[in-house]
């Protein structure tokens, strides 16, 4: 009982010492007080976790994505308030099944069709219910919903493969997009990319574009593992008392740097790997940037043109939007806050003006076809305020107002575009409990 005292009282002297020892480096040496430990963990925390330690993939805008095997990605199914099981923002889980009296609209597209989207379920679901219901009634529907299948980077052919898995649930769709198609495009023609940029690198750039090589994959896999364990030793640090002595985090600092310093031993292996040359899938065997192009809108027309295929062959009536952009020349009489705030991408500059028109003329073409599409680049040509919001493409409240009414309008007023509706019955759809 007397060693075993003895040798509890030597413990208790030595973690003495060392929390004394510890106080007095920190404290008088550094200027450290026992208010700024917290915070010195926190922040380094920050630094680990906000994609700045490479092994960091998953984590883009504060939001947590992952591969999905037919979309590329999605965010991660219940990672945040309001997305849903299938990694879509939606207070509905999917497959949505609803009663054979709803009407279900499906929205697809990037960020501005999300923005859209928001702007018709969140801000004007009523009055836009309100207008399609008068011309839809007589088929037996007597109410409608909206469904978000938009995320950051989508595009096609991301959304014709979303707009085939929930084909069963939709019965009118409408895809909102042009620019995501040809973002990367500028930067990525020189690797042959094609499609460009699929699933979009800043989700997760590694793992995602699918051609890096297997030390490249050891080495980021590395480096998530040592991310998570810092994360983890941080929080034990961070424990009630733990959290008070110095003498701990000074173990901390120690734990953290020598794993810090292992980063740094990935980061250059992981340069170095990456400095090798890839072979990427090439659109054609040149180098002609308008071959290339030309190509590429082949690809997309190829797309468009089997969504609305899809749709014709589920009843699904569909309508293909290009959204407007302020780096397309004489499109909008821009504001000075424009002109200031939004006009400020030097890429954007550069290929908007030289490709969009290209674009347009795409959507032009298809709709010679008899695929209904809407050109909206020039919705804000009578507009003198803001309806921009940022110098990529993203609208404000009356850019999105302005959109949303011309889609809504364009929809009401299409030749037999609701007629081709199926009648209510016809749909395969349980009754609502």
């Excluded at 947590?64 to 923002?89: C, D, M, R």
């Excluded at 529907?141 to 978000?148: D, S, T």
């Excluded at 030309?294 to 190829?302: D, N, P, T, V, Y």
């Amino acid at each position: 009982m007397k060693k075993a005292t003895s040798a509890l009282l030597l413990i208790a002297l030595t973690l003495i010492l060392l929390e004394a020892g510890s106080w007095v480096y920190l404290s008088v040496v550094e200027g450290l007080r026992y208010a700024d430990l917290a915070p010195e963990k926190s922040r380094h925390v920050n630094i680990v976790m906000a994609g700045k330690n490479p092994g960091d993939l998953r984590f883009w805008n504060n939001q947590k994505f992952q591969l999905h095997p037919y979309f590329g990605y999605t965010l991660e199914p219940w990672s945040e308030v309001g997305v849903n099981n299938a990694g879509l923002i939606s207070d509905k889980t999917y497959p949505y099944e609803p009663d054979r009296k709803t009407l279900v609209v499906g929205v697809f597209g990037g960020s501005v069709a999300g923005n859209i989207f928001f702007h018709i379920d969140k801000v004007r679901r009523g009055q836009l219910e309100g207008l399609l219901l008068p011309r839809i009634r007589e088929k037996g529907y007597e109410r409608v919903e909206f469904l978000n299948f938009t995320l950051g980077g989508y595009k096609q052919p991301i959304d014709l493969f979303n707009f085939i898995y929930y084909l069963d649930t939709i019965d009118l769709a409408i895809f909102i997009g042009g620019f995501n198609e040809i973002h990367q495009f500028g930067t990525n023609v020189a690797n042959h990319e094609f499609p460009a940029d699929f699933p979009k690198w800043k989700y997760w750039r590694v793992l995602g574009e699918g051609n890096f090589s297997p030390d490249e994959l050891r080495i980021v896999a590395q480096l998530t593992r040592n991310r998570d364990r810092q994360n983890a030793v941080t929080a034990f640090a961070s424990a009630p008392i733990l959290k008070q002595s110095m003498f701990v985090h000074m173990v901390w600092r120690a734990v953290t740097a020598v794993m810090m310093k292992n980063v740094s031993e990935l980061r250059a292996e992981l340069d170095e790997e990456a400095a090798n040359e890839r072979v990427y899938p090439q659109v054609v065997e040149s180098d002609d940037l308008e071959l290339i192009f030309s190509a590429f809108l082949e690809k997309l027309r190829g797309y468009m043109r089997s969504a609305d295929a899809v749709g014709w062959a589920g009843d699904v009536p569909t309508l293909f939007v290009l959204q407007p952009n302020q780096y397309l020349p004489n499109s909008k009489p821009l504001s000075d806050e424009e002109k200031r705030e939004f006009l400020t991408s030097e890429n954007l500059s550069r290929f908007v003006p030289e490709w969009y028109p290209r674009v347009r003329e795409l959507y032009s073409d298809l709709g010679s076809e008899g695929i209904f599409t809407l050109d909206l680049t020039e919705v804000f040509s009578d507009t003198q305020e803001t309806t921009y919001a940022d110098e990529c493409c993203h609208l404000n409240a009356l850019g999105r107002r302005i959109v949303t009414d011309e889609i809504f309008d364009s929809i009401l007023t299409r030749d037999g575009f609701l007629d081709g509706l199926p009648s209510a019955d016809h749909r395969q759809r349980a009754e609502a409990p």
